[in-house]
Structures are given as C-alpha cells and as structure tokens.
C-alpha cells in the first residue's frame, strides 16, 4: 500500500515512437504471467472528452490543448484511476503528466502554466520515462507509420529525448519515484522486465483477500520515511527574507531559505548549510533558535518534517547564490507578508508568528 491508497499507480511515458504502448502492453502480459494483473489505461482516454481531444490533436494547439488535455486527466483520475488505486488495483498509464511537460512545451506553452494547471494531478508512485537514441526513435517510427503531427518534425525525437530529461527532474522534484530506461538496446520484453522489478510485490486487490484489515485514516501500518527538510526565519528587526521559487514545484510562490537535510548532518548545521548556499549569510548553528515544526503530507507517497529556526545573529548580505532555483530574494516585513507563501512553509511561519505552540499538522485532513 502506498502512502493512504490500496492500489499502485505507475506511468509510462517517452518520446513519440519510443515504444510507450508496445510497452505497456508487454508489461501487462509480464505482470500476468507473474500472477500480477494489472489494468491498463491511457491519455488521451475513451471518454467523448479524449476521444474528442486525440481525434483534434492535430488540428488544436497550444494552450487550447493543454486545457484539453489536462481536462480529461482530471476526468481520467476521478472516474477511473483514483477509483482503481481505492479498490488496490495496479493501473499502468499510457501517458500522464510528462507528456504534457514534453509535448505542450513543443506546443510553445510555458512550463510554469503547465504545472499550474496541472497542480492538482494525482501523482504516480512510480513514473517510468522510456528514452533511447533520436536515431533511433526515428527508425522505429518510419517502421510503425507517422500517427500524428509529433512524429512530422525530424529534430522531433532529440527535443522529445531532452525534454523528457528534463521532465523526469520535475518529477523527482515532486517527490516522484522516476525510472529512466533507455531503450537503445533493449527488446520490449528486457524494458518490461526492469519495469516490473521496480513495481514492489504488494497485495493487490484481484489477489487480495476481501477481508484484509485495512489500518485506520490514512495509515499504511508501514513505518514512515518522511523527508526532513530546514527552514531559516531569518530576521533584520520585523523583516524577514524570503525566497521566490523558480523551480517547477511552487514556481513564482515565496518560501523562507530551506532545503533538505543531508544523511548525517546534524539539523543546525544543515539550516546554516542551506542558507549560506542559497544566500551567502553566515550563521552560527548555534545561533539558529527552533521555533516551529510542520509535519506536512505533501501528497499520498510523500510526507516531510520540516524544522523552522529564527535567526536574528548573522553575517552578510543576502546575494540570489541559486538563480537557477530562485528567481528573486526580498525582504518582507511581517506586517505586510508576501501575497503567495507556498503552503507548508507558511504553516511554519504563521505557528512562529502566531505563537500557536510548536508543531503544526499540515495537510492531512
Ligand atoms: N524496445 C524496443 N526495441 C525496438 N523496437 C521497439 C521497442 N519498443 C517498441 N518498438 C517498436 O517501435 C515502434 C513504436 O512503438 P510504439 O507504437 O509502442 O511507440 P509509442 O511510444 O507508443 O508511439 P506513439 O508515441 O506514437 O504513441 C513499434 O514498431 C514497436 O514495435
Ligand atoms: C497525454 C497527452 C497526449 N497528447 C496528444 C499527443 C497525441 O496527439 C495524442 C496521443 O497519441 P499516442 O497514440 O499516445 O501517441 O495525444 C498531448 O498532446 N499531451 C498529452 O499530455
């Protein structure tokens, strides 16, 4: 069981003719033979909303088509995945979320308003990014027929293979678990069995029993491994500074300096740690005061604790050392807060400002 849901959801995605639906066809029958069903499905789907949207792909473009899409995987998770992963079925997608990442931006649409639109997607607990050589991406597509306008444009696979690369990475971001395959030199039988490693042997429902116990709320009955992450309140009288997200996940929204805790490192040090590298402040562990915990279910597989310490002695001036990452850093007075404080992180900041005792429980109603 994954984090609160019975069933296992992974997807299946990759370059135009990179062999997605031969794919998940061989891992189904895999997955059979090893006493595993699964239920296939796939994006666009049979709804009249899918059949609508790929019989008009070729002529819709563009952010209409991003709407289009990203409506029927809406419609896709309430009718028929979401009610799948209930009953403890393995569902393998033909398409998700990294299409649109890979295909839409072909389209000319910003990925920023893609991953808003898309903000609410159910995410897989495993996605499965199939790559291999451009080269040969095109060959499997001249031998299998052009079906739609992707496969027309000869640079098509290696902008596909890039921006599939670069999708993986938001997902990872996202907390996702990603397998990329390179499919190069591997029959579809190799590519089904590394994917069906990867699926961990859970019970699911067609072989489960009916009267399994099932734990109570959201409880797994499985040991947590939340991710442990630091936040600095890092103050200059009643400012404090704050950072404006570039990355996919809270893209254009302020959080406070934060990052993940590094396997050995103690909490402080990791805070300062983080801070320097984002701002280039300096602070003594010493001087970083906990103020306020969060635990924060960020979806169903993934949950983090985040430890929230003022700093109010530190040296420097704050530089944007990440651009990449961050887009600006502002200092903000607590009277007059940023509109768009990413939610988790402003769970901490509130339970420091409001003084509404030490731990908050975010997001798990
Ligand atoms: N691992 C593989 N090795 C060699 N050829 C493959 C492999 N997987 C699929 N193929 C071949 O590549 C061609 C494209 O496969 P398939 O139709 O499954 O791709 P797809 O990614 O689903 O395509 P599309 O994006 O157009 O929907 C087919 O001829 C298929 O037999
Ligand atoms: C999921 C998804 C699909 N599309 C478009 C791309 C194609 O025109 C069809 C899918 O057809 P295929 O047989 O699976 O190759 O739908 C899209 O543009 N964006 C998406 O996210």
Request: charged share 20%; aromatic share 6%; proline share 8%.
């Amino acid at each position: 069981m994954t984090g609160g849901r019975p069933g296992w959801f992974v997807t299946i995605d990759g370059p135009s003719g990179v062999g997605k639906s031969t794919t998940v066809q061989t891992l189904h029958d895999h997955l059979a033979a090893r006493g595993r069903p699964a239920r296939r499905t796939l994006e666009p789907t049979g709804s009249d909303l899918g059949q609508f949207t790929r019989s008009h792909a070729n002529q819709i473009h563009g952010l209409a088509l991003a709407c289009l899409v990203a409506a029927n995987r809406y419609e896709h998770i309430d009718t028929e995945i979401e009610p799948a992963l209930q009953a403890g079925q393995l569902i393998i997608s033909d398409r998700y979320l990294p299409s649109t990442l890979v295909l839409q931006q072909l389209d000319g649409v910003p990925l920023d308003f893609l991953l808003t639109l898309n903000r609410h997607v159910l995410l897989p607990d495993l996605a499965v990014i199939l790559t291999a050589d451009p080269s040969l991406i095109a060959q499997r597509i001249a031998t299998r027929g052009i079906t739609h306008r992707w496969h027309l444009d000869p640079t098509g696979p290696s902008r596909e293979v890039d921006l599939y690369a670069d999708a993986a990475s938001h997902l990872l971001a996202m907390g996702v678990e990603v397998l990329l395959l390179d499919t190069s030199n591997a029959t579809p039988s190799d590519v089904a069995r590394r994917i069906a490693d990867a699926i961990p042997a859970l019970p699911l429902a067609s072989n489960a029993s009916p009267t399994r116990p099932t734990p109570p709320g959201n409880m797994s009955g499985q040991p947590a491994q939340p991710v442990i992450d630091t936040h600095v309140i890092l103050r200059d009288g009643d400012k404090i500074l704050f950072s404006q997200r570039g990355g996919p996940y809270g893209h254009g929204r302020w959080h406070m300096p934060s990052g993940k805790l590094d396997h050995g490192e103690p909490l402080t040090d990791g805070a300062a740690r983080e801070l320097l590298e984002e701002t280039g402040i300096t602070v003594d562990p010493a001087h970083l005061r906990l103020v306020h915990v969060v635990h924060h279910r960020q979806n169903t597989q993934v949950e983090r604790i985040g430890f929230f310490f003022e700093a109010t002695t530190w040296e420097g001036i704050p530089v944007n050392k990440e651009p990449d990452k961050c887009l600006a850093l502002e200092w903000f007075t607590v009277h007059d807060l940023p509109n768009d404080i990413i939610e988790y992180p402003q769970a901490g900041l509130l339970g420091y400002l409001n003084d509404t005792g030490t731990l908050a429980e975010h997001n798990w109603k």
